[in-house]
Each structure stands twice: as structure tokens, then as C-alpha cells.
């Protein structure tokens, strides 16, 4: 059963009304399930059960604390791609050995960090990171383990903004080049050539595209040992989608079993990294409807919060569900739910057929990833607060922002300046 269901007609998170975390933290306020989220790790974990395998969660899907703490204590690892979401899971109790680092662009700096604590793998998306990071790791004295991300070229046929895994993308390196690449990355003494790594892009709803990348990945594995070099771990990535309107998202079981068909008779381990299929779903934006603005054309439902706080909707034209917190009876109308930033682009959705009173509270579901991570200070709005329900209990794991924060880091010129 989902964590968010409403109970004598009061939507819930787990056992605390809604209308009591709005009373207690404010609106609007980030409001995720403790079980939701253990409840999706488990799926992944109940499925790799006896198969030497490690789940890295995504981190920027949903980069708190609490959120990092929790998967953590479940034995969950973590793909970061960059210095600060390393720090935030040392900081939420990660165990080095269970972090491996994504991303094209990274530092001198951040792999000076990585190798001093000495994570899992660095996932190498160029040549030229393959060569400044034989340097940097010759500095300190280490070794970098690496893995490469090599783009398969197959068509994840998900949006654009989110595809990652075609030729015309900036992530990974040519699957044309990747034994070139392998080859010199052997032959570099700073570093020890440890897996293969491939991600394709986000919110999949269909398997056949993670079975056609891993099969092109295998490919290269069996060419690699031909050529004396012997990879021990598959990174799958990440990219499994999850329901947000009415999308047939696959079952963790029907994605997996296929892929770990392929890997039985292999001496690999397996690692994944799932972002939004283990956050997005265990999360809500709670808000409040400030005014009605019925209209000619259209009806516009002023909400508390807006596309600072939640992107998606106008930044990739997203869905989410809409639902009343207390719903109430008589006539819907089809509501325009918009926030009250200056852009007409700020809106939460459209059309919408709700019943609807000034005062009434919504929650705008499926809210766990790439929301309060990719939220703004735009028209210097103050972060949202954000809480995490454990059963009967709701623990503020990040307090709103104040104003006065917003430019606590800014100057007026000097009284001299004339
Ligand atoms: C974003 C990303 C993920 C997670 O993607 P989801 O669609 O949230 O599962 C995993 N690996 C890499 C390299 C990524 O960039």
C-alpha cells in the first residue's frame, strides 16, 4: 500500500495527516515516507539476494540527509558526480568503499578528494579524464580504481533532457573507442582498470533498451579479457522509471531478471544506480491555495509554492498528480495550478478537475526526485522546509530557509564607492 493514502477522507504520510505536518512546518514543505523509501531499496535488494551486487543510490535525485541516512543504514551505496554530494554522504555515514563517483567534469580537486578517501570506482567518461586522473592519483601516491562509462548508442526512448546513453549525447565514451581507451588506461601506472560502466537515461518505462545496452557492454567484456584485461564489476547505472500519472513503469523483478540472466555464468559483480526509482515516488510537495482566479478562459488556482520549488512541470512539461488534501464535495472545475513566481511557465499543472476553496491544501505527488534537489532561491523565495515521516512520527530533516539567508553571502558596495 502506498504511504501516502488518505484515511476518513484525510490524505496521510504513513500515520501523520497531512493538515498536521502543514499546522506543525508551514507551507509549502517537502513531506517524504521513511517506509516508501526502504520499501523501494528492498525491491532492489530482494532481487539481487544471493549475487555478489552493490545498489549506488543517484544522490542527485535527492541529496538530504535523512534521505542518504536512511538508504544508508539499509546498506545502500552512492553515486555522487561531484565534491559535495561526496561530502554530503560522508556526512549522512557512507562507507567510502560503497561510493563510486559519475560525471564529465571532474576536477583536479574533487578527484584529490575522492582518492584521499578512497572510494569504490571513479566511472571515467574521457580520455582526458582517464589522463589527468593517472596524474593526480600519481601526485598522492594511490591508485585509482576506474571503471569506464561507455556509451552503448541505444535509443532509451525517454525525453530528450533526460536521455543520456546516444552518440549525440556528452555522457560516457564511444562505444567504438572504449577498448582503445581500456587499453591505455592499462597501461597507465596510477591507475587499476576495475569495471565496465554504462547509463542510458531516466525514467525508462521499457526493459528492452537496458538489455540491448548491457548486451553491446558484454560485448566489450569479452573482448577486453581476450586482450588480458580482466574486468571484476558492471555498473547497469541507473534510469528506471516510476508512475507519475498513468505509466506502466516495469516491476524492479521484470527490469532486473532479464539483465541478470545475461550475468550468471559471469564472475561480476553487479552494481546499479537507481535514483528516482528509489526516492520519487516516497515524496510530496505539500502546498496551500492562496487565491481562486476563476476566468473567461481559464481558472487559475494560486498555490504557495511554484517552479522554484518544483522545475519539472516547467522545465520538461512534467505531470504530477494533484490531490486535495481534505477533498471536498460539489462541481470540479478544470484549475490551472500555478505558483506565484513571474513567469508563465510556473506552473504545478493544467487543467486539473478539482473542487477547490481558497485555504485548501493540495499535494502534489510523486515529488521525491529531482524536486527538491533541482529547487531555487528564483524571486528570492526561501527553500522549502523539508520533513520525513517514520510511522507516527514527522522529524523536520531540513528547516525552511530564512530571507535573510538568501543574502547572507552578498555585499552592498563600500561606502566609498561615491
Ligand atoms: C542521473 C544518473 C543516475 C540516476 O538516474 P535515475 O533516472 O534517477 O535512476 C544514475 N547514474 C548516472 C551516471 C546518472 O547520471
Known amino acids: 500500500m502506498s504511504a501516502f493514502a488518505s484515511k476518513n477522507g484525510v490524505l496521510h504520510a504513513e500515520s501523520v495527516s497531512l493538515p498536521d505536518i502543514a499546522a506543525r512546518f508551514g507551507t509549502p514543505c517537502w513531506v517524504y515516507s521513511r517506509r516508501s523509501l526502504e520499501t523501494a531499496l528492498d525491491e532492489f535488494q530482494q532481487e539481487l539476494l544471493g549475487i555478489d551486487s552493490l545498489v549506488c543510490y543517484a544522490v542527485k535525485a535527492n541529496s538530504n540527509l535523512a534521505v542518504l541516512d536512511v538508504l544508508a543504514r539499509r546498506g545502500a551505496g552512492f553515486d555522487i558526480v561531484s565534491a559535495g554530494e561526496l561530502q554530503r554522504v560522508l556526512a549522512a555515514g557512507a562507507d567510502p568503499r560503497q561510493i563510486v563517483f559519475s560525471g564529465v567534469g571532474k576536477t583536479v580537486a574533487e578527484m584529490e578528494l575522492a582518492l584521499t578517501i578512497g572510494i569504490l570506482c571513479f566511472n571515467v567518461e574521457s580520455a582526458g579524464e582517464l589522463e589527468r586522473l593517472n596524474t593526480v592519483a600519481g601526485s598522492l601516491g594511490r591508485t585509482a580504481p576506474i571503471s569506464l562509462r561507455v556509451n552503448p548508442d541505444v535509443d532509451a526512448r525517454t525525453h530528450p533532457y533526460v536521455s543520456t546513453g546516444l552518440k549525440e549525447n556528452k555522457f560516457g565514451v564511444a562505444y567504438e573507442e572504449a577498448l582503445t581507451l581500456y587499453r591505455q588506461a592499462a597501461g597507465l601506472a596510477n591507475l587499476e582498470v576495475s569495471g565496465i560502466d554504462c547509463h542510458i537515461g531516466s525514467q525508462l518505462l521499457d526493459p528492452a533498451p537496458f538489455s540491448e545496452a548491457l548486451d553491446k557492454v558484454l560485448v566489450l567484456v569479452d573482448q577486453l579479457a581476450a586482450d588480458g584485461i580482466v574486468l571484476h564489476h558492471i555498473d547497469l547505472g541507473g534510469g528506471l522509471g516510476i508512475r507519475y500519472r498513468d505509466e506502466e513503469a516495469p516491476t524492479v523483478k521484470a527490469y532486473l531478471l532479464p539483465m541478470l540472466a545475461k550475468l550468471r555464468q559471469r564472475q561480476l559483480r553487479v552494481l546499479l544506480e537507481p535514483g528516482r526509482r528509489l526516492v520519487g515516488n516516497a515524496g510530496l510537495l505539500l502546498t496551500r491555495v492562496e487565491y481562486l482566479k476563476p476566468g473567461e478562459v481559464k481558472n487559475f488556482a494560486i498555490v504557495d509554492a511554484a517552479m522554484n520549488d518544483l522545475a519539472r512541470p516547467a522545465l520538461y512539461g512534467s ?29 504545478l499543472g493544467r487543467g486539473r478537475e478539482l473542487v477547490l476553496a481558497a485555504g485548501d491544501l493540495l499535494a502534489i505527488m510523486s515529488a521525491g526526485a529531482y524536486s527538491m534537489a533541482m529547487s531555487s532561491n528564483y524571486n528570492s523565495r526561501p527553500r522549502a522546509a523539508e520533513v520525513m515521516v517514520d510511522g507516527t512520527r514527522a522529524h523536520l530533516v531540513r528547516r525552511r530557509e530564512t530571507v535573510e539567508e538568501l543574502y547572507a553571502l552578498e555585499q552592498r558596495l563600500p561606502a566609498d564607492a561615491g
Open 319 to 347: 505531470w504530477h498528480d494533484i490531490v486535495p488534501v481534505v477533498p471536498r464535495q460539489g462541481a470540479a472545475l478544470p484549475w490551472d495550478v500555478v505558483g506565484p513566481v513571474c513567469e508563465s511557465g510556473d506552473f
